[in-house]
């Protein structure tokens, strides 16, 4: 159970060679400032690095970034690479610039969806509504 | 004192050059075919050539890669028929990251499936026979853009294709372009490349480096893009470049950007001069906005616009080119034009004819001097053998700090805020050695120029979106 001396754990951090840390840092702020306590991979990881931070801190929670469009490379699988581990209904939520260049919303959307993402956040987003989503889904308890 | 000195050359770079040149993609590049194919292209098509030229507007840059040698090619006649000046090779984050493997399966796929799913052009992968033809017939010199803390065969390759402009730095290409890779080789990396463009160069034709004062587009203030830029220009000089660029990118105050671009030129050529590099050709580029960009591509527009204004009021050499789709993603090659145009036309209908100066600038200028001249003295005067190991030092002190930047080896403690005239003020120096004058004067700006910001989260979101 979450309490305020137990603040939820959030794993958060950008995905494949992708640098871009500004808003990485910026996320991590507002988290922190939200209550949570965040665990922030930062810049340059893979799928295996968001799964060992989530099993190093029993996280509740995973925000992946991806601001150079490289998402769509790496993020296949993720869900079941999670589930392999036992976290198949931990919330996973990505954000940003998720594909190459210009496309679909709708598209891209289901594609992330069907690779297991319960939220995807396509382009510019304010964040204070992702915190109200987030808290929102971790008192539902469980992957949508 | 390590202070930088000529020919003061990375040692056994002939040792490390025949490695470099056995990695497997660099398999055909042959020293004496490359220098007999920069020998056949014509003058215009160096970089160093066309800045040594009158010119009285800044020369136009834009960006632009895509995966597919295809797109590649009509992006760049595109860009030429548009007008610019010089023309952009960008390079994906795969080749960036020294993942080849990855970059060719994405480049297969991409070909694959008629949609690129890299974010750049794989120049590795593709070589550079194919490369050339890229080029060809355009006579425009081309300028390599990436982000590459090892760029040594990624440059070999590129040189190869007859790219005249390598931009890059053991800083500036390392602490904001990755986290984990060790500053120190990069610096030795950065070396070589120094190097192998000094020995391409011949005395009428030379490589032309240009350094990326940039960073990471956020929040820098402008003394620590000037330091990094002439310390990187200082790192170049000692392994014989004699033509290079110094930049920097819209700071979101034009007074600022004034005087970042008087200090950038009275500190180029001042360390030059003291440090005995008088053959150096230094010139000055500017950055339209680097930060976050707003979604609303109308904005963009009129970010773009200002951005230009700026850089023809500063009579900068270059400008480099963003567009209206940034906040977006890889931007399509007809935003790429138009921002070409757009930029074009505000450069050629404002014609300023004397320097600007005001109260406001003269006293940004003296500040900014103040805290870069306190910047690079300190590297300048470390204890050591050889500068560019002070420069790693001197970054892993703090002396050198770059907001943002995900490198591990970066301290992060210096801390920036826009004051209420959206210029970048220091309000916490950290481990920047900055005298109790230029720290005072900061505080004072702030003071008399308040920002509205209550909490320091909201400052920092507000800084950050500032052109939102």
Same mark, same amino acid.
């Given at each position: 159970?979450?309490?305020?001396?137990?603040? $939820?754990?959030?794993?958060?951090?950008?995905?494949?060679?992708?640098?871009?840390?500004?808003?990485?840092?910026?996320?991590?702020?507002?988290?922190?400032?939200?209550?949570?306590?965040?665990?922030?991979?930062?810049?340059?990881?893979?799928?295996?690095?968001?799964?060992?931070?989530? +099993?190093?801190?029993?996280?509740?929670?995973?925000?992946?970034?991806?601001?150079?469009?490289?998402?769509? $490379?790496?993020?296949?699988?993720?869900?079941?690479?999670?589930?392999?581990?036992?976290?198949?209904?931990?919330?996973?939520?990505?954000?940003?610039?998720?594909?190459?260049?210009?496309?679909?919303?709708?598209?891209?959307?289901?594609?992330?969806?069907?690779?297991?993402?319960?939220?995807?956040?396509?382009?510019?987003?304010? @964040? $204070?509504?992702?915190?109200?989503?987030? *808290?929102?889904?971790?008192?539902?308890?469980?992957?949508? | 004192?390590?202070?930088?000195?000529?020919?003061?050359?990375?040692? !056994?770079?002939?040792?490390?050059?025949?490695?470099?040149?056995?990695?497997?993609?660099?398999?055909?590049?042959?020293?004496?075919?490359?220098?007999?194919?920069?020998?056949?292209?014509?003058?215009?098509?160096?970089?160093?050539?066309?800045?040594?030229?009158?010119?009285?507007?800044?020369?136009?840059?834009?960006?632009?890669?895509?995966?597919?040698?295809?797109?590649? +090619?009509?992006?760049?006649?595109?860009?030429?028929?548009?007008?610019?000046?010089?023309?952009?090779?960008?390079?994906?984050?795969?080749?960036?990251? $020294?993942?080849?493997?990855?970059?060719? @399966?994405? @480049?297969?796929?991409?070909?694959?499936?008629?949609?690129?799913?890299?974010?750049?052009?794989?120049?590795?992968?593709?070589?550079?026979?194919?490369?050339?033809?890229?080029?060809?017939?355009?006579?425009?010199?081309?300028?390599?853009?990436?982000?590459?803390?090892?760029?040594?065969?990624?440059?070999?390759?590129?040189?190869?294709?007859?790219?005249?402009?390598?931009?890059?730095?053991?800083?500036?290409?390392?602490?904001?372009?990755?986290?984990?890779?060790?500053?120190?080789?990069?610096?030795?990396?950065?070396?070589?490349?120094?190097?192998?463009?000094?020995?391409?160069?011949?005395?009428?034709?030379?490589?032309?480096?240009?350094?990326?004062?940039?960073?990471?587009?956020?929040?820098?203030?402008?003394?620590?893009?000037?330091?990094?830029?002439?310390?990187?220009?200082?790192?170049?000089?000692?392994?014989?470049?004699?033509?290079?660029?110094?930049?920097?990118?819209?700071?979101?105050?034009?007074?600022?950007?004034?005087?970042?671009?008087?200090?950038?030129?009275?500190?180029?050529?001042?360390?030059?001069?003291?440090?005995?590099?008088?053959?150096?050709?230094?010139?000055?580029?500017?950055?339209?906005?680097?930060?976050?960009?707003?979604?609303?591509?109308?904005?963009?527009?009129?970010?773009?616009?200002?951005?230009?204004?700026?850089?023809?009021?500063?009579?900068?050499?270059?400008?480099?080119?963003?567009?209206?789709?940034?906040?977006?993603?890889?931007?399509?090659?007809?935003?790429?034009?138009?921002?070409?145009?757009?930029?074009?036309?505000?450069?050629?209908?404002?014609?300023?004819?004397?320097?600007?100066?005001?109260?406001?600038?003269?006293?940004?200028?003296?500040?900014?001097?103040?805290?870069? *001249?306190?910047?690079?003295?300190?590297?300048?005067?470390?204890?050591?053998?050889?500068?560019?190991?002070?420069?790693? *030092?001197?970054?892993?002190?703090?002396?050198?700090?770059?907001?943002?930047?995900?490198?591990?080896?970066?301290?992060?403690?210096? @801390?920036?805020?826009?004051?209420?005239?959206?210029?970048?003020?220091?309000?916490?120096?950290?481990?920047?050695?900055?005298?109790?004058?230029?720290?005072?004067?900061?505080?004072?700006?702030?003071?008399?120029?308040?920002? !509205?910001?209550?909490?320091?989260?909201?400052?920092?979101?507000?800084?950050?979106?500032?052109?939102?």
């Amino acid at each position: 159970m979450c309490t305020q001396d137990n603040p $939820n754990r959030i794993v958060i951090g950008v995905i494949g060679h992708d640098i871009h840390a500004v808003a990485n840092r910026v996320l991590s702020a507002v988290l922190e400032d939200a209550g949570f306590l965040v665990c922030n991979l930062r810049t340059n990881n893979k799928i295996q690095d968001f799964i060992d931070a989530v +099993q190093e801190v029993d996280a509740h929670a995973v925000l992946v970034s991806s601001l150079n469009g490289e998402g769509e $490379n790496w993020c296949p699988g993720f869900r079941s690479q999670l589930a392999e581990k036992g976290y198949e209904n931990l919330l996973l939520y990505i954000g940003g610039n998720l594909v190459v260049g210009e496309a679909d919303e709708t598209e891209v959307v289901s594609r992330f969806r069907s690779w297991g993402f319960d939220r995807v956040f396509y382009g510019a987003t304010d @964040l $204070n509504w992702v915190i109200s989503l987030l *808290r929102e889904d971790l008192a539902n308890g469980a992957a949508l | 004192m390590a202070r930088p000195y000529k020919n003061n050359y990375l040692p !056994s770079f002939d040792g490390i050059r025949s490695q470099v040149l056995g990695h497997p993609k660099l398999e055909g590049v042959i020293d004496n075919e490359v220098r007999e194919y920069l020998a056949g292209m014509q003058d215009e098509c160096f970089a160093s050539v066309r800045f040594s030229r009158p010119h009285h507007s800044p020369y136009i840059q834009p960006r632009g890669g895509y995966a597919t040698f295809d797109r590649q +090619q009509k992006l760049t006649k595109a860009l030429s028929e548009a007008g610019a000046d010089f023309l952009p090779l960008t390079i994906d984050s795969y080749t960036r990251h $020294n993942d080849y493997d990855r970059a060719q @399966l994405l @480049l297969e796929k991409s070909l694959g499936d008629g949609k690129d799913y890299l974010n750049g052009y794989p120049l590795v992968n593709h070589g550079f026979e194919i490369t050339r033809l890229l080029f060809t017939d355009l006579n425009k010199p081309v300028s390599l853009r990436h982000g590459t803390p090892d760029a040594r065969v990624l440059v070999e390759m590129a040189i190869a294709s007859g790219i005249t402009e390598i931009e890059g730095g053991g800083i500036s290409y390392c602490l904001p372009y990755s986290m984990n890779y060790p500053l120190d080789r990069a610096l030795l990396n950065w070396q070589y490349i120094d190097r192998l463009a000094a020995q391409y160069s011949t005395p009428e034709r030379p490589i032309h480096r240009e350094f990326f004062g940039p960073l990471t587009g956020t929040m820098v203030p402008p003394a620590m893009m000037i330091a990094v830029s002439i310390i990187e220009l200082l790192l170049a000089a000692e392994q014989g470049v004699c033509s290079a660029t110094v930049a920097f990118s819209q700071t979101g105050s034009f007074f600022q950007d004034v005087a970042t671009a008087n200090v950038f030129r009275k500190f180029s050529a001042k360390y030059l001069q003291e440090l005995g590099f008088t053959d150096m050709k230094v010139y000055l580029a500017y950055h339209h906005w680097m930060g976050a960009f707003p979604p609303d591509r109308r904005k963009a527009d009129y970010l773009i616009a200002c951005a230009s204004l700026t850089a023809k009021i500063i009579g900068a050499d270059k400008v480099i080119t963003k567009t209206r789709d940034e906040a977006w993603g890889i931007p399509s090659i007809q935003a790429n034009v138009e921002a070409i145009q757009e930029t074009n036309y505000v450069m050629s209908k404002f014609i300023s004819t004397s320097s600007l100066n005001s109260p406001n600038i003269e006293r940004e200028s003296q500040l900014i001097a103040r805290e870069a *001249r306190s910047i690079i003295d300190a590297v300048l005067d470390m204890p050591g053998n050889n500068f560019w190991y002070s420069v790693n *030092r001197a970054v892993h002190m703090g002396i050198i700090d770059i907001p943002f930047a995900p490198n591990l080896a970066n301290r992060n403690r210096l @801390l920036t805020v826009r004051d209420g005239n959206l210029a970048i003020r220091i309000k916490s120096a950290g481990s920047v050695p900055l005298d109790d004058t230029a720290i005072e004067e900061e505080r004072a700006l702030l003071q008399q120029y308040p920002s !509205s910001f209550i909490s320091t989260a909201d400052q920092m979101l507000g800084d950050i979106n500032v052109m939102l």
